[in-house]
């Protein structure tokens, strides 16, 4: 079992940034897959990024060369850094971390508002 607590979201101005973070409860070293997700109402979850076995990077086409995953360690933490930010980018985002037998844990999510 692991928690993870999302932080970093709000409001911001289109053309802005804002780092997200997600905390977990126990060492991120044993999950093979860390990821952030994203979802509007109505709508499914959608992949935005994932780091495999702490090299790999994946993004969604739509976040390409804006959004960066990094992981810490040392914090146990997963981070998404998003630069020009749009707003078809307001939605829920999750982190969330799988294991090498396939376990996946969510968190709860933190908003992310784009608008002027």
């Known amino acids: 079992q692991v928690q993870l607590v999302e932080s970093g979201g709000g409001l911001v101005q289109p053309g802005g940034s804002l780092r997200l973070s997600c905390a977990a409860s126990g060492s991120i070293v044993r999950f093979r897959t860390l990821g952030w997700y994203r979802q509007t109402p109505g709508n499914q979850r959608d992949l935005v990024a994932t780091?495999?076995?702490?090299?790999?990077?994946n993004y969604a086409d739509s976040v390409k060369g804006r959004f960066t995953i990094s992981i810490d360690n040392a914090k146990n933490t997963v981070y998404l850094q998003m630069n020009s930010l749009k707003p078809e980018d307001t939605a829920v985002y999750y982190c969330?971390?799988?294991?090498?037998?396939?376990?996946?844990?969510w968190g709860q999510g933190t908003q992310v508002t784009v608008s002027s």
């Open positions: 969330s971390v799988q294991s090498v037998f396939g376990q996946r844990y």
């Open positions: 780091i495999t076995k702490g090299v790999d990077t």
